[in-house]
């Protein structure tokens, strides 16, 4: 199996930057891919954006040229760089890990951007 845990949620004004992190352990040789999710209060979790095995990153529309995927292979952690952030980006960040068996979650990081 595999375990996530997210870090590198936080305070910060809009215009900033934040770096969440997400570590696997475990099982990790059978992850296709890892995906970061959100949910804002009061809202359903949405896609925020994915990395494959290969390498591949897909985004939503609403955090394209502002947020990116990567991964460190040595460190089994995948990062999101957030950059000009608003406040409607304000939201509880989860990482999610798809295997051909499973597919857990983290506990999810906050982030909360105020104006």
């Known amino acids: 199996q595999v375990q996530l845990v997210e870090s590198g949620g936080g305070l910060v004004q809009a215009g900033g930057s934040l770096r969440l992190s997400c570590a696997a352990s475990g099982s990790i040789f059978s992850i296709n891919a890892m995906r970061w999710f959100r949910q804002a209060p009061g809202k359903q979790r949405e896609f925020v954006a994915t990395?494959?095995?290969?390498?591949?990153?897909n985004y939503a529309d609403s955090v394209k040229g502002r947020f990116t995927i990567s991964r460190d292979n040595a460190k089994n952690t995948v990062y999101l760089q957030m950059s000009s952030l608003k406040p409607e980006d304000t939201a509880v960040y989860y990482c999610n890990a798809i295997t051909p068996a499973t597919s857990p979650w983290g506990q999810g990081t906050r982030v909360t951007v105020s104006s």
């Open positions: 990395i494959t095995s290969g390498g591949t990153t």
